[in-house]
């Protein structure tokens, strides 16, 4: 399972603690010699895929959601393999993910931004997972926001979509669309739960199994990073210096949101009115960050209490 890998990644990225990567490295090198005795071709056919579909004919093909996580997981391993000095194993690796990136885009790229069958999970996968090559990215966006709004952003996703497609869709330049997609209240969707009564998460979109469940709990991380704007950087993990980059959206006239993290708050507060985007930040002592205004603007900043201003166009 790839959360011993990707555990200990995102513990180390908002902490800095090396010590889960260190404890568990020879179990982790384990999991991916399994992974490898079990491909074919360098991909991955087993595994739960993107669970929990309210359409099962519609569920991306499981050999594109395992191998995503293959792909992931080789690249997280040879960063880990550098960590800790093993250059060999940072080599075999680096040599796993462009092997598993090429048979992937082989088998289910076919052109135009279209990945699978063109399910919304197969679209997103390869972006979101850093398989898709830098000149199919746009396309592959360009494909599945169509889908998006053609389904009047009604999910068409399992779990694993529901991680990949608001995320790709705001990195991309569509926080709006990924916006409707969370809070729309017809079936399927998470504004559909809270029509219905809903207070937590629910395993399902129907609600007929677990109505306290995380599986689709990415939308409160989505909205810490996206709407908010705070997000860790790999160059400096634990938030000793992070990016700050909030995406407004029209439904929304504020944001206010905190972080706290091991050298104390981060704080970030916006308000639109009129197309004017205003912005409060505080920093805490021994933090910097870069921050990205809407209008593109780009500041450096360290420890303090900030005031910005941009026009949204």
Known sequence: DSLLIL?????WLFTGDERPIRENYPEMKRYMEFCMSMADNDLLYFGLG????????????????????YHIDAITMAKFANML????DRKEFLSLAENIRKS??????HGDGLYGNGEWTS????????????????????????????NHHR?????????YVPRVLAEYG??????????????????????????SL????????SRNHIMFGDISAWMFEYLGGISPLESAPGFRHFKIQPRPVPQLQSVQMHHDCQFGRIQSAWQQENLLFTLQLSIPAGTEADLILPDGTKHQITAGKYDFQCQIT
């Open 7 to 11: 555990v200990p990644w995102y513990v």
């Open 50 to 69: 993107d669970w929990c579909h309210h359409e099962q004919n519609r569920v991306a093909p499981v050999g594109i959601t395992s191998s995503g996580y």
């Open 85 to 88: 000095g093993c250059q060999q």
């Open 104 to 109: 992937f885009r082989n088998t289910f790229y």
């Open 123 to 150: 679209l997103a996968c390869p972006v979101f997972q850093g398989m898709a090559e830098p000149d199919e990215v746009k396309a592959a966006v360009q494909r599945l926001l169509t889908s998006v709004r053609e």
């Open 155 to 163: 999910a068409d996703f399992g779990i694993l979509g529901a991680k």
């Open 174 to 199: 569509y926080p709006e669309d990924a916006y409707r997609l969370i809070t729309q209240p017809e079936f399927p969707g998470w504004g559909n739960w809270v029509k219905r009564g809903a207070t």
């Open 202 to 209: 629910w395993e399902n979109w129907d609600g007929s199994n």
